[in-house]
């Protein structure tokens, strides 16, 4: 191996260490205790180290939401059943993306309510973005005329559906009943 391929493999380290860290203290303490100072401490780097691999803080949360993504898609696909009927495919699936929201709030956190710099619906989006929303959208297109529209609004109701119900606006316990009406609109919409 080369002094180049070695410098580049330690620089992706570096990266991946600290992305881990910010999210493993967004986890555990929320994301106000991520700065660029905690950061640079948790992992004994300088600050200058961490502004070496990234620009801000918002770079980081961007970085760790990046891999929130490339996390989402699959669970989302895995979630749908063999042999499942569109409406069940639907339900899978936002099923799914609730108990991704709340199995890891931080994280969720970093993909869509801080800001990132990541570009949605865009010519430059993040192909684990794109992948994402296909898998969303894989299991609108049997019930949808329109099946991108749909799929933005799907996730725009499950994402309400999380706002609401992780800042104590909506009864957690009737989560179910609600998955079920969103997938009866959606089943029906053709």
């Known amino acids: 191996m080369g002094i180049n391929e070695r410098k580049e493999r330690e620089r992706a ?3 991946q260490r600290i992305v881990a860290a910010a999210r493993m203290l ?3 303490d929320g ?4 700065t660029v100072r905690r950061l640079a401490d948790e992992i004994e780097y300088s600050q200058p180290v961490l502004y070496a691999h990234f620009a801000n803080r918002d770079a980081i949360v961007g970085a760790v939401a990046l891999e929130g993504f490339a996390e989402l898609g699959p669970t989302l696909r895995k979630a749908v059943r063999g042999n499942a009927t569109p409406a069940q495919a639907l339900e899978d699936v936002a099923t799914a993306y609730l108990d991704f929201a709340f ?3 931080a994280l969720y956190e970093a993909m869509f309510v801080l800001p990132t710099g990541i570009r949605f619906a865009k010519s430059d989006t993040p192909q684990v973005l794109r992948d994402a929303f296909g898998a969303m959208m894989a299991v609108i297109e049997p019930v949808s005329a329109d099946p991108e529209i749909s799929t933005e609004t ?9 706002e609401l119900e992780r800042h104590g606006r909506i009864r957690a316990p009737f989560r179910a009943e609600r998955v079920k009406r969103i997938v ?4 029906m919409a053709k």
Not at 31 to 34: A, E, F, L, R
Not at 154 to 162: D, E, I, K, N, R
Not at 184 to 187: I, L, P, Q, R, S
């Open 13 to 15: 380290e570096r990266e």
């Open 26 to 28: 967004a986890e555990r």
């Open 184 to 187: 009866g609109m959606f089943a």
């Open 154 to 162: 799907f996730w725009a109701a499950l994402h309400g559906l999380t």
């Open 103 to 105: 199995e890891r709030p």
């Open 31 to 34: 994301w106000p205790s991520v």
